[in-house]
């Protein structure tokens, strides 16, 4: 009698082409899941603050540092010169963009005498942050030329412009990433420096 049933080598022959075409498909989404993967990644980051990311420095002592005057300044910045009252550091050079975005606020904080701003002049050639900030106006107090970026690496700089608030004791207590906004001064910056101000 012959059986209809098919043979072991039949069903296993099935199985393994049924679990080909299984491995198949997945192969055929496994670059649609991981696409949409990245798309979530990358919408996750553009919904940070990039100006909110945090330092390694917060809450420690500036680091040690001294930087002669931008030409035709008299006075140089360095650690010592960030002690005693509660300041701005701002990180700035004449080739940056940004930097003139922000420089109108720089120059109210300075005209309202609310804060000292203290400049720090991040790779820039002499005579253009000279010429900077002779045509822009010069809103620091102390402006200290990092002709090599040495000083700025060791502040954590990840580019120009950013602003850091320093307390009377001389310890950073905020990094503005970017340039200061008016909302900025009014919601973070501003508020924090009258707090430190009162301590």
Not at 41 to 51: I, N, V
Not at 57 to 76: A, M, N
Not at 134 to 148: E, F, K, L, V, W
Request: positive net charge; glycine residues 8%.
């Amino acid at each position: 009698m012959i059986s209809d049933a098919p043979s072991t080598a039949e069903v296993t022959g099935r199985h393994a082409e049924a679990t080909g075409r299984r491995r198949a498909r997945l192969l055929l989404l496994l670059p649609l899941v991981l696409f949409f993967g990245l798309v979530l990644a990358f919408a996750m980051r553009l919904d940070r603050d990039p100006s909110r990311i945090p330092s390694a420095l917060i809450g420690k002592p500036v680091p040690v540092f001294s930087l002669p005057p931008v030409k035709g300044r008299e006075l140089g910045l360095s650690s010592n010169d960030l002690t005693g009252d509660v300041s701005l550091v701002n990180v700035f050079a004449s080739w940056c963009v940004a930097c003139r975005e922000e420089h109108p606020l720089l120059m109210r904080l300075k005209a309202d005498g609310a804060v000292a701003v203290h400049g720090l002049d991040y790779k820039d050639e002499s005579d253009n942050a000279a010429r900077w900030l002779n045509s822009m106006g010069d809103p620091y107090r102390r402006t200290g030329a990092d002709r090599d970026g040495r000083v700025a690496i060791d502040w954590g700089v990840y580019g120009v412009p950013e602003t850091f608030v320093i307390t009377k004791g001389g310890q950073i207590a905020h990094k503005q990433i970017g340039p200061l906004t008016t909302k900025d001064l009014e919601e973070t910056v501003l508020p924090l420096v009258h707090k430190l101000q009162r301590q």
